[in-house]
């Protein structure tokens, strides 16, 4: 949905509210005097749903994403828009500008859709092949002694480790290629990516910490292909398979080409979007990357199942 069709179908406050109403009616309200889901309705003068057992009356924002919050519900409608609809991201300030808010009320707001985007993802896990390996951003710790000397390279306190899965199956396609043309094209990959998802590691990140990340993320049957890290060299035990290769860094996008890939658009969004990205926060703009990666080729309109999501969960 574009931003003309977008203003088209809300062009108000009412008729966010009388959207935002139907889709809470839609997925069901727990009553919180009878604590159990009942019939309710919507009374539209005093903007509140009652419950038809015992006539309690509930907020429209409450226990939802908008929980507490005093931001209008159509400055709510175009701030989840802007962030489902725009391939790449969009800083805070810049939005803070177009909207006319206050840029820490900007801030805070797009950080708990960002969390949503996170609790919805982890609702699937990985299937079939992947790709695994870690990354390391850099990132700004402001709870960090400024007298510290910093360290150098993987114990730095700038950078932040992330493991990175993702679902890749081998097509053959630069094989075929090979055997057909004589020679294989540079820029085809001969794996096709699935879904991603980008975990934020402690700085212990021995391998049960990465087998306990795997038992929530990855299906107990996938097979894993990785790099020769010692770290990934246990996680056997919670996969069916994994098959770690030895290879110079120059052969690292023809080895594991989708994992590569997926970690330096990461970095570009980080580095070129945001520019300096608290350690405490990065988890959640990971989450943003990976919830619109992850619906690329999906018919359904992101917005509108954004939309549904802060209707059925809170971001604490």
Partial sequence: MNLLKFFHKYPSEEKCLAAYAKIRLKQGITCRKCEY??????????KRFECKECKTKTSYKANTMMHKSKIELQKWFILIHLMTSIKKSMSALEISKQLGMRYDTV????????????????????????????????????????????????????????????????????????????????HKKNRRMGYAKMIVMDEDSTSPTINYE????????????????????????????????????????????????????????????????????LQNYLNEFCYKLNRRHFQRDMFDGMLAASVSDTWF
């Fill in 214 to 281: 795997l038992e929530q993320h990855v299906d107990s049957t996938t097979n894993a292909i990785s790099d020769d890290a010692r770290n990934f060299k246990g996680v056997g035990n919670v996969l069916n398979s994994i098959k770690q290769m030895k290879f110079d860094s120059k052969d690292a996008m023809k080895r594991l080409p989708w994992v590569h890939t997926v970690i330096s658009n990461a970095k570009r969004m980080a580095n070129g979007v945001h520019h300096s990205v608290n350690k405490d926060y």
């Fill in 37 to 46: 889901e009942t019939k309710h309705y919507w009374l539209r003068t005093v």
């Fill in 107 to 186: 801030y805070n707001a797009m950080h708990k859709i960002r969390v949503l985007m996170g609790k919805r993802d982890n609702r699937y896990q990985l299937s079939g092949t992947i790709e695994m390996d870690e990354a390391f951003f850099t990132t700004v710790d402001f709870l960090r002694d400024k007298d510290e000397p910093l360290k150098r390279g993987v114990g730095s306190q700038r950078k932040t480790r992330v493991l990175v899965l993702v679902e890749s199956e081998y097509t053959g396609l630069r094989a075929k290629e090979a055997k057909r043309y004589g020679k294989a094209s540079d």
